[in-house]
């Protein structure tokens, strides 16, 4: 059994981005560069941010991609998706960014028809686009008009498992922040705050209360949040006394779970942020740093 991706070089001597759901549960890598097949070992992998890399065996001067700007994308730009859409090697296809810091949930069957791994999956903070992205084109770069990488294109929605002009591609900036962590421990550390939060249980807390946030449930002892003084859900002999609601994280509004992961996932660990966080009617400024994640 095999399967097939794109990637993107990122050193002359063979590291290569791709996707961690092109080379999940995958015993043997092969690349192939203008032609010429390399061997290729495993380096690391963060299936969070659904990004791995490779390392092509005894490669040398090699041509390295450009790298460009996420951040500063705007909507109705034009891009360029390149790869091998079903099999057909160095495919480009164009179209515009359609929105930015788009979050996706795929169910396991939007997952698997899109050649991921058929389990829910939550994509945060993703570049959309109508540029073209089939199976095989996964992993490989989402390019501005000058040809720079601002993405690895990783997901599509679409009921065939074929392109429908809703495409997700993980920003630029997001996967190099990630990447010398993976070339240099084989994994990535996310940072945190240390406190349990729950999507659902915050959804319903959202239609309850009429407002927007995320509802601390629990404060990890000794954590960061511990430290800068949060507080999660108590339950009393008088009832049940609702902790912290997370309302912003350095003047950027939280909205739910997914947004709130999003906006650390721009952060490394170490970093100090700013939270405006609401207690009992009254809001307040906390200063958190961020610790190591799981």
Known sequence: ESGAGSGVIITEDGYIITNNHVVEGGSAYE??????????????????????????KDASGL??????DSDNLTIGEWVMTL????GLEQSVATGIVSATSRSQ??????????????EVTIYPNM???????????SGGPLLDSAGRLIGINTAI???????????????????????PQLIKTGKYIRPALGIEVDEQINARLQALTGSKGVFVLRVTPGSAAHRAGLVGVEVTAGGIVPGDRVISIDGIAVDDVT????????????DVVV?????????REMLVELQPGV
């Open 31 to 56: 690349v192939m560069v203008a032609g010429e097949t390399y061997e290729a070992d495993l380096v690391g992998t963060d299936p969070s941010s659904d990004v791995a890399v490779l390392k092509a």
């Open 63 to 68: 041509t390295v991609m450009e790298l460009g």
């Open 83 to 86: 790869g091998s859409p079903f």
């Open 105 to 118: 949930i795929m169910s396991a069957q939007e997952s698997m028809q899109s050649g991921g791994t058929g």
């Open 127 to 137: 570049i959309q686009t109508d540029a073209a992205i089939n199976p095989g084109n």
């Open 157 to 179: 929605y679409s009921p065939s498992g074929a392109s429908a002009g809703i495409g997700f591609a993980v920003p630029v900036d997001t996967v190099m922040r990630v990447v």
């Open 259 to 270: 947004t709130l992961q999003a906006r650390l996932d721009d952060k490394n660990v170490g």
């Open 275 to 283: 939270l405006l966080v609401e207690r009992a009617g009254k809001t």
